[in-house]
């Protein structure tokens, strides 16, 4: 069978579980889980995975799921990845009322699509074609919240990173896979439905104490040290920093506080703040995350109290494969149309884990259209939902297809003129260095 009448076979699966596809992208958006708490979506993920006879193993980084499918040979693995979590969002008319999750950031199409393209690729029979197989992978916690929950599942020896992927990573699920592929929703105009290629921050994060001394607010404040008055000097000192950074290395730095105090009527002796310092580059956030640490410090000298910087490991910047890129490219073409898609060089502000993985293999992250509304807030919904679950499914059966047919030329193409900037062992080394930071 000629490759195109297997990718021919294998949409036209697809189209006839078009149905059930969006029925499992809707249920996900109507049940958001945080990371690591994604257990009820693990299920769904299980109970696809075994209506297609998937052998699957669960709990990989409390709620992870992977199921592998063997090709006629077995000569490249590529990995089709979905991210199990919502955002908090309590606005959202979707959220949980208990927790404030939504899914206004489309993971739960990138699962629908993920498995999707596993129901095109089993039902058809396509991977009996194939020279290579595929892992199906259902990643948790992309999004980098609650960083005080995930501090404590990794200090009681739960897990090792805050960010799924990266997890996975540690925990060596990356170790067989030759490259990767998943996709985000995006709201798109101008007629764009996809978009392939494109850069963006990566990131480290900081769980700030600030340290005072309690005193009557009234009667004596004059005895105590005000740890809030500290954590606002060393926010005005961030601020005082911001001049130096430079517009190409795109610095972001956005504090939080998260406890200011007590009661009002004490001098506050502890205050709690959150940060990131993202980035272009490691360099330059390396480089900006220093300055905001000799501000933080400035704060606490100003006014005689103490601070704690812990260091958290963020993610790494972005870097599609190009190669991979054109064509997964070429499939959004013979599925939306030329005109529906576009190669973008644009620079996202924003980050993912999937950038750790970038560092390490292969990888893609095009961007899919079909919602409306801004990311992360409570106007985000589902405007197309053939265009959100369907057409990524599609395209990503499609590429795993190009990537393994006859003799998995392309991916070993792919393979050979990839090179990582780590390995897993140097990459594991960089971010313990940061837990061992200040």
Same mark, same amino acid.
């Not at 995350?289 to 260091?311: C, D, F, P, W, Y």
């Not at 190669?343 to 560092?359: P, T």
């Given at each position: 069978?000629?490759?195109?009448?297997?990718?021919?076979k294998v949409c036209q699966v697809i189209e006839q579980h078009k149905a059930e596809i969006i029925a499992i992208g809707n249920d996900i958006f109507a049940h958001p889980e945080l990371g690591y708490k994604e257990f009820r979506t693990a299920d769904i993920v299980k109970r696809v995975f075994g209506d297609l006879g998937l052998q699957y193993r669960d709990q990989i980084g409390i709620t992870g799921v992977r199921a592998d499918a063997k090709g006629k040979n077995s000569k490249c693995r590529v990995a089709v990845m979905g991210e199990l979590d919502a955002v908090v969002c309590p606005d959202h008319p979707h959220a949980d009322p208990l927790t404030g999750a939504a899914h206004s950031c489309g993971h739960n199409a990138q699962i629908a699509g993920m498995l999707g393209a596993a129901i095109g690729l089993i039902k058809s029979g396509a991977m009996s074609e194939l020279d290579g197989d595929v892992a199906f992978m259902a990643v948790p916690a992309e999004e980098y919240v609650e960083i005080?929950?995930?501090?404590?599942?990794?200090?009681?020896?739960? !897990?090792?990173?805050?960010?799924?992927?990266?997890?996975?990573?540690?925990?060596?699920?990356?170790?067989? !896979?030759?490259? @990767?592929?998943?996709?985000?929703?995006?709201? $798109? $105009?101008?007629?764009?439905? &996809? &978009?392939?290629?494109?850069?963006?921050?990566?990131? =480290?994060?900081?769980? =700030?104490?600030?340290?005072?001394?309690?005193?009557?607010?009234?009667?004596a404040p004059h005895q105590g040290i005000n740890a809030l008055n500290a954590a606002m000097v060393g926010m005005m000192a961030i601020h005082a920093n911001r001049e130096t950074f430079q517009d190409s290395d795109h610095i972001r730095v956005h504090p939080i506080i998260t406890k200011g105090g007590d009661l009002v009527n004490i001098v506050p002796a502890e205050v709690v703040m959150e940060t990131y310092v993202r980035g272009k $580059?490691?360099?330059?956030?390396?480089?900006?995350?220093?300055?905001?640490?000799?501000? @933080? %410090?400035?704060?606490?000298?100003? =006014?005689?109290?103490?601070?704690? !910087?812990?260091?958290?490991?963020?993610?790494?910047?972005? @870097?599609?494969?190009?190669?991979?890129?054109?064509?997964? %490219?070429?499939?959004?073409?013979? !599925?939306l149309g030329e005109e529906a898609v576009t190669v973008s060089q644009r620079h996202g502000a924003g980050s993912s884990d999937i950038g750790d993985v970038m560092h390490l293999l292969p990888a893609i992250h095009p961007y899919i259209g079909g919602v409306a509304g801004t990311a992360h807030s409570k106007d985000y919904v589902i405007t197309d939902e053939e265009l959100a679950y369907v057409a990524g499914a599609k395209a990503m059966a499609m590429t795993v297809i190009d990537l393994l047919f006859d003799g998995a030329q392309h991916a070993a193409k792919v393979v050979e003129e990839f090179e990582p900037v780590y390995s897993r062992q140097e990459y594991l080394s960089m971010w313990n260095d940061f837990f061992n930071a200040e």
């Amino acid at each position: 069978m000629s490759k195109e009448a297997i990718k021919k076979k294998v949409c036209q699966v697809i189209e006839q579980h078009k149905a059930e596809i969006i029925a499992i992208g809707n249920d996900i958006f109507a049940h958001p889980e945080l990371g690591y708490k994604e257990f009820r979506t693990a299920d769904i993920v299980k109970r696809v995975f075994g209506d297609l006879g998937l052998q699957y193993r669960d709990q990989i980084g409390i709620t992870g799921v992977r199921a592998d499918a063997k090709g006629k040979n077995s000569k490249c693995r590529v990995a089709v990845m979905g991210e199990l979590d919502a955002v908090v969002c309590p606005d959202h008319p979707h959220a949980d009322p208990l927790t404030g999750a939504a899914h206004s950031c489309g993971h739960n199409a990138q699962i629908a699509g993920m498995l999707g393209a596993a129901i095109g690729l089993i039902k058809s029979g396509a991977m009996s074609e194939l020279d290579g197989d595929v892992a199906f992978m259902a990643v948790p916690a992309e999004e980098y919240v609650e960083i005080g929950y995930r501090q404590k599942l990794r200090e009681t020896g739960k !897990i090792q990173f805050l960010g799924g992927k990266q997890e996975w990573i540690a925990l060596g699920e990356l170790e067989d !896979i030759d490259m @990767l592929m998943m996709f985000h929703s995006a709201s $798109t $105009t101008d007629g764009m439905k &996809a &978009a392939v290629g494109g850069t963006s921050n990566g990131f =480290v994060g900081k769980l =700030v104490k600030y340290i005072g001394k309690e005193a009557h607010a009234g009667g004596a404040p004059h005895q105590g040290i005000n740890a809030l008055n500290a954590a606002m000097v060393g926010m005005m000192a961030i601020h005082a920093n911001r001049e130096t950074f430079q517009d190409s290395d795109h610095i972001r730095v956005h504090p939080i506080i998260t406890k200011g105090g007590d009661l009002v009527n004490i001098v506050p002796a502890e205050v709690v703040m959150e940060t990131y310092v993202r980035g272009k $580059t490691m360099d330059s956030i390396v480089d900006a995350s220093s300055k905001v640490n000799r501000a @933080l %410090k400035a704060g606490a000298m100003a =006014v005689g109290a103490e601070v704690e !910087i812990t260091e958290i490991p963020g993610y790494l910047p972005r @870097l599609n494969n190009e190669l991979m890129g054109n064509l997964i %490219k070429d499939n959004f073409v013979a !599925i939306l149309g030329e005109e529906a898609v576009t190669v973008s060089q644009r620079h996202g502000a924003g980050s993912s884990d999937i950038g750790d993985v970038m560092h390490l293999l292969p990888a893609i992250h095009p961007y899919i259209g079909g919602v409306a509304g801004t990311a992360h807030s409570k106007d985000y919904v589902i405007t197309d939902e053939e265009l959100a679950y369907v057409a990524g499914a599609k395209a990503m059966a499609m590429t795993v297809i190009d990537l393994l047919f006859d003799g998995a030329q392309h991916a070993a193409k792919v393979v050979e003129e990839f090179e990582p900037v780590y390995s897993r062992q140097e990459y594991l080394s960089m971010w313990n260095d940061f837990f061992n930071a200040e």
